[in-house]
């Protein structure tokens, strides 16, 4: 090896400096998230801003696997990153504020590609079988972070429909390319979830919890969705009747409800045109 090409390449000992410096990070991170509960604003998106922040510094840390919940650093960025009733329940949003609920629920979309898609992608292709077993392997955190998302565009919906309201078409017409069409994309992945839970028994409970918020939040969600988007949704279900009689027939028979609605007004009619 050449002089130069000795000098461009990272000695052991600048490596473990990085690594070092990048642990110091975490930490520093972690401690932040450990202490906002205490924090003046404790319920401003920024917290939310910072667990998101602290997420990315974990996995850059360690690029090779992904946080986990059972582990106590993965444990506390997790559950600020899932924690709906401080940055959701607690927290009046108005039209002015989309902008502000998007960024929250798209930083929980992209924690979930993340575990979902951890390594799933093969030679510029993403491979359905290793998502699959993402699912599986990392269905103790997703249950932490889809319920969040779920809860996230149903607080969506309202605010979306209310800017609707005050906007023309011309900003209409920029909406429908925005926040909408990730959050419309991000309801058939967990409504997908959702019969992932229903058709594989490997899915534990605390996964399939996801059901009963998906059955709550069902006739909101489907105003957000165009008419073929619904019928999606409603053929990924199995049918009410397949379902044994009990809770989860129940859940389903909710879904299915708000689903079969065909009215199509506001955010509708927005997702459906080109």
């Known amino acids: 090896m050449s002089a130069s090409a000795r000098a461009a390449t990272p000695s052991l ?11 110091a990070r975490v930490l520093a991170g972690l401690a932040a998230l450990l202490l906002l509960p205490f924090a003046a604003g404790a319920q401003s998106p920024d917290a939310h801003a910072e667990a998101g922040r602290a997420f990315d510094t974990l996995r850059a840390s360690q690029p090779d696997r992904m946080p986990r919940i059972a582990e106590p650093e993965g444990a506390a960025v997790l559950r600020v990153l899932g924690d709906a009733p401080r940055f959701l329940d607690a927290v009046r949003y108005g039209p002015d504020d989309l902008a502000v609920l998007s960024d929250l629920c798209d930083r929980e979309r992209t924690a979930i590609t ?17 998502v699959v077993a993402n699912m599986l392997e990392f269905q103790e955190e997703l249950a932490v972070l889809q319920p969040f998302l779920a809860r996230c565009i149903a607080r969506q919906v309202p605010v979306a429909e209310g800017l609707l309201r005050q906007l023309g078409e011309r900003q209409a017409a920029q909406l429908r390319l925005g926040g909408l069409r990730r959050s419309q994309a991000a309801l058939l992945q967990l409504y997908a979830g959702v019969a992932s839970c229903l058709s594989d028994a490997r899915f534990g409970p605390s996964y399939c919890g996801l059901l009963d918020v998906m059955a709550e939040l069902a ?4 105003r957000a969705l165009p008419l073929a988007s619904r019928a999606m949704v409603t053929r990924m279900l199995p049918a009410v009747e397949q379902v044994p009689a009990g ?25 459906a045109g080109p």
């Open 13 to 23: 000992s600048d490596r473990a400096r990085a690594a070092c410096r990048l642990r």
């Open 114 to 130: 993340d575990y979902t898609g951890f390594r799933a992608q093969q030679q510029g292709q993403f491979v359905a079988s290793v």
């Open 219 to 222: 006739p909101v969600h489907a």
């Open 247 to 271: 809770p989860r027939r129940q859940a389903v028979q909710r879904i299915a409800e708000a689903m079969a609605i065909d009215r199509c007004t506001s955010l509708c009619l927005l997702g």
